[in-house]
């Protein structure tokens, strides 16, 4: 069974500039949760997705937004980035909330 | 809020060691608490999930415990190897929400 893929894995993009990040969930995972993850701030919560709707949403400005399609695959957009928008963007799928969640390798983004 | 504290920061230890790691919790309405461990600029790879309702897991050498009444978790790795080298996080999923809430991790070096 194909785990999580995310892609890129990697993006150098400049300030101001907008970035899109897409996550294909496990087969059959209908919930999809995108965290950010920086040395200084650790792994921080951003969305969360089940059967297309957003169902949470962490401590992040308006600039961060996301959407899940209905084959359950899930973008994540960053719009006018800043510097320290640069970290390792993780995405995690389950069966459903409260059930494992497996992690996808992320997408190391770097804003200059 | 939860907030979920790991000590130590980090260890190190020879190889054969058995060892264990904590995990601190301040709320204790959790629905499950889940182990993670990650590789150096790696996604997160789900060791042991515990329900709300159990008190331990066990897979191989990893045994995790919880006790909610003080709000605390442990990892406990028997007989650790080389290959166990990385940072093991614990993340708590509250109840009534869908985002993990994670610790700050325990970085684990496992000399041969």
């Known amino acids: 069974k194909a785990g999580v893929t995310q892609t890129p894995r990697y993006l150098i993009k400049t300030r101001g500039q907008q970035v899109t990040l897409s996550c294909s969930p496990i087969s059959g995972h209908r919930s999809v949760s995108w965290y950010q993850q920086t040395p200084g701030q650790g792994l921080q919560f951003l969305f969360e997705y089940f059967s297309e709707t957003q169902r949470n949403k962490g401590n992040f400005p308006g600039r961060f937004s996301g959407r899940q399609f209905s084959n359950s695959r899930s973008e994540m957009n960053v719009s006018t980035l800043e510097l320290g928008d640069s970290a390792l963007y993780l995405c995690a799928s389950a069966r459903v909330v409260g059930e494992t969640q497996y992690f996808g390798p992320g997408t190391r983004l770097l804003v200059l | 809020k939860q907030e979920v504290t790991q000590i130590p920061a980090a260890l190190s230890v020879p190889e054969g060691e058995n060892l264990v790691l904590n995990c601190s919790f301040t709320d204790s309405a959790i629905y499950n608490l889940q182990w993670f461990r990650q590789d150096p600029g790696k996604g997160l790879t789900s060791l042991l999930l515990?329900?709300?309702?159990?008190r331990e897991q066990t897979s191989g050498r990893l045994n995790a415990s919880l006790d909610k009444s003080s709000g605390r978790s442990t990892l406990y790795i028997a007989a650790s190897q080389p290959g166990d080298s990385a940072t093991y996080l614990c993340?708590?999923?509250?109840?009534?929400?869908?985002?993990?809430?994670f610790g700050t991790g325990t970085r684990l070096l496992v000399s041969p």
């Open positions: 515990i329900q709300s309702s159990q």
């Open positions: 993340a708590i999923l509250n109840t009534g929400f869908q985002k993990l809430v």
